[in-house]
């Protein structure tokens, strides 16, 4: 069997790979690759990342962005969202938009990855998951980046962080808000602890 043959042995369908991980098969990585690329069966998706491509009845499956994003990092310990997840809150938020946002530890800015635009943030602190709370104090930590108009989406804020548990919000804009956000939940939630963080 061909060395490349071998290293194909090794390849799953669907996966991300960074040229360090195939040089675990292979002796002639960057040969190997060309060739790869050349016979269709990886993707370059960015610089050093590449993607065997699961085939569906539609073609190819675009790589799963967690894979993507886990692969160019080289670290699991992100967020994946978007403006999108604000409109479950029902404080009047119903633009869609096609970008994905990465909280992160390592990178900041916007690339394109498999076609697709990203934009890193890098935050001290990222949460494991989406939670409501985390996504309104994202939202206000975000307003200006929103087509709606800012003044009818506070107010529709400040009523639903009333309905909310006040321990675990506090404790939320305290971990993820940013100043302005923490000075307005402390005036929403007359919290003494968000005024002296803010």
Known sequence: ??????????LRRGSVYRRSDLELWSNAVDRHLKQLQEDGTLVK????????????????APADDKALVT???????FLLTSLNAYNVLGVGTTQ??????VYNHKRHGRYELGGRVFDF???????KSLSEEF????????LEWLAENAE?????????????????????????????TRKFFAEVLEND??????
Do not use: W
Not at 1 to 10: P, V
Not at 48 to 59: E, H, I, L, M
């Open 152 to 180: 009818n989406v506070l107010e529709r804020v400040k009523t639903k962080a009333r309905s909310m548990s006040r321990n675990v919000l506090v404790k939320t804009v305290c971990h993820y808000g940013n100043i302005g």
């Open 1 to 10: 069997m061909s060395k490349l043959n071998e290293l194909k042995k090794h």
């Open 121 to 127: 943030r890098m935050k001290p602190h990222v949460p």
């Open 96 to 101: 869609l938009y096609n970008e994905t946002v």
């Open 45 to 60: 998706l960015s610089g050093g990342v590449y993607y065997y491509p699961k085939k569906t009845a539609f073609g190819n």
């Open 71 to 77: 692969a160019f990092l080289k670290d699991n310990r």
């Open 135 to 142: 996504l309104l104090v994202d939202l206000v930590n975000n």
């Open 193 to 198: 602890t968000l005024r002296h963080a803010a």
